[in-house]
């Protein structure tokens, strides 16, 4: 039985019915958008309508004028242009889309993503000098670049031209390239800050395709644009969140035959795709290929062209997930056993672990392990030798309220280097200044309010059973797409009597139920949690905390609630 707490917003049923007829939505509708702040008719039909009719401009973005001048020249003199991207789903997926239509074009284009074991994040001169020996004459960034001014400086030395395009924070000056584009520059006037990596990419796509008078072209890629910027937890709001649900409405249809494939041999296309789906299922799966040094394969994998070759990769990639799990599971072991044995880490507002026999695949991973246990902010690092000096490299996790980004740009002073968003981040630093950075971070002034670390987790309404019906359970697909900063209503139902209960999956893995409430009965699903069966009595009274969603089965609608949480009444 799980021991998290919960709280709920209390909504006026009065009011909320009272909206849903102003605006013919359904009370219970009403009554989630009321307890997330949305209690007029005006902010409902911002939320629920305003962000379909989206359309900025790329060349609002700052320097995307430059960058499409650049490329296109580039293109038409026959340059040499490398696309170099990072390894993980974001700039995997950055790195294929431009890389495809700079083909489309007719560019001499490749590739390059850095290896995580061997290269490390971002770009390094080593790197580039691997490119350089190609010939190549333009490099192009993807989802990395803007804290590379010493990187570009380098390769300029060399005669070679870059644009970045990049979507991360800028904690520097603007690196000296042709063209910088990113949101996040001081100086950019686009109207959205939160576009992923892949996100940026696609804008310049559409920038080219405007400039050369391509039409729409564009729009082909919006399915691999959906699962990185689903992968990289950007906000789900304004623009992508037209972009996501644009990819949504496309997926069943994808004509990217890696995606496709991915999608089937995953067992993912059994069910209807949503942003779970891609968040869960596919995104761990490409995430893992450069979780494990071998990001090349899921570039391969989403740019293949042939079904055959396609299965190969995707068989590949399948690989690459059970052993990211396999060493995922047993560093978590390491982590938590550390914790344990030092109860200084513990009780600090932030952890901080640091260890030689960690994988730096997965330390990512790790700290959001950590940080989901324990609601805190947390930082994994692996030490080891580098040019005669112990270092740590590592990974950052934060809870919302604390941006990762300002505590690390606090302590800018004793990193070798750092870059990232606010809840997420990845960092460097010597092993002797660990201690110090430790301490400090504790002493932040993000981690100052209190509240933040509480162990109460939010749902949005205490809900009666009687509303649970599939025609409710279907007016929540308003609120869709589902993700950062529009997660899927949570509710809470107090005093379920459980009527009967049953194992699914192999060995038992899930749970069925059937509850009952004053005359209304309800049918729950619960993953994972098989081995709670014998803590669960029939006849007893539970509260449940849950998603709702419709199984449909011989075209028949019948309401489920998703259990996140379950205890005695």
């Not at 992923?196 to 729409?216: D, F, M, P, S, T």
């Not at 052993?323 to 880490?345: A, F």
Request: overall charge negative; hydrophobic content about 40%.
């Amino acid at each position: 039985m799980a021991e998290k707490k919960w709280t709920y917003n209390k909504t006026d049923n009065v009011k909320a019915n009272e909206l849903a007829m102003k605006i013919n939505i359904t009370p219970l509708l009403a009554k989630v958008l009321i307890s997330r702040g949305l209690g007029t008719p005006e902010q409902i039909n911002k939320f629920l309508h305003e962000w379909k009719n989206i359309n900025y401009s790329p060349f609002l973005m700052k320097d995307m004028d430059r960058a499409v001048k650049t490329i296109t020249e580039a293109v038409e003199e026959g340059k040499r242009i490398t696309v170099y991207g990072d390894y993980d789903c974001d700039g995997i997926t950055s790195t294929a889309i431009l890389t495809n239509f700079l083909k489309y074009i007719g560019a001499k284009v490749d590739h390059f993503i850095p290896d995580r074991l061997t290269d490390g994040y971002g770009i390094s001169c080593a790197a580039l000098d691997k490119i350089a020996e190609r010939g190549t004459q333009l490099v192009i960034t993807v989802d990395c670049g803007i804290s590379a001014g010493k990187e570009i400086e380098y390769i300029n030395k060399k005669g070679i031209e870059t644009v970045v395009t990049d979507h991360h924070q800028c904690s520097g000056d603007i690196p000296a390239a042709k063209a910088v584009v990113n949101p996040h520059r001081p100086d950019c006037e686009y109207p959205f800050k939160g576009l992923a990596g892949v996100g940026v990419a696609y804008k310049l796509i559409q920038a080219i395709c405007e400039n050369k008078g391509l039409g729409e072209v564009y729009k082909k890629y919006i399915d691999l644009v959906t699962l990185g910027t689903i992968a990289d937890v950007v906000s789900l709001s304004d623009e992508n969140r037209q972009l996501v649900s644009r990819g949504l409405e496309s997926i069943d249809n994808t004509e990217n035959i890696g995606l496709k494939t991915l999608i089937h041999i995953s067992g993912t296309g059994k069910y209807k795709i949503t942003t779970q789906s891609f968040a869960f299922s596919l995104a761990p799966r490409l995430n893992a290929t450069g979780r494990m040094g071998n990001a090349e394969i899921a570039v391969q994998l989403v740019l293949a062209e042939e079904e055959e070759l396609a299965r190969e990769l995707a068989f590949m990639v399948e690989m690459s997930n059970r052993q990211r799990q396999y060493i995922e599971g047993k560093n978590v072991e390491t982590v938590l056993e550390i914790i344990d044995k030092n109860e200084k880490i513990a009780q600090r507002k932030v952890i901080v672990v640091a260890a030689n026999d960690l994988h730096h695949g997965v330390v990512g991973i790790v700290s959001s392990r950590i940080t989901e246990r324990y609601n805190k902010p947390s930082i994994i690092l692996v030490k080891e030798e580098r040019g005669g000096k112990m270092i740590a490299r590592g990974s950052a996790r934060s809870i919302k309220g604390i941006s990762m980004f300002k505590m690390l740009t606090e302590c800018k002073d004793i990193l070798l280097g750092y870059g990232g968003h606010e809840l997420a981040a990845g960092l460097s630093i010597e092993c002797d200044k660990i201690e110090e950075f430790a301490d400090r971070l504790d002493k932040s002034e993000e981690c100052a309010d209190e509240s933040l670390f509480s162990k109460y987790s939010k749902a949005d309404i205490l809900l009666d059973a009687k509303y649970i019906t599939a025609d409710n359970v279907d007016s929540l697909s308003l609120m869709e797409p589902f993700g950062q900063d529009n997660e899927e209503p949570v509710f809470i139902s107090e005093n379920l009597l459980l009527k009967n209960i049953s194992a699914l999956g192999e060995e038992g893995k899930h749970l069925k139920m059937f509850f009952t409430s004053e005359g209304t009965d309800i049918s729950a699903i619960a993953f994972n949690r098989g081995k709670e069966r014998e803590n669960l009595k029939i006849g007893c009274k539970y509260d449940v905390v849950y998603n709702l969603e419709n199984n449909v089965w011989n075209d028949k609608k019948t309401p489920q609630m998703r259990v996140i949480d379950i205890f005695l009444s």
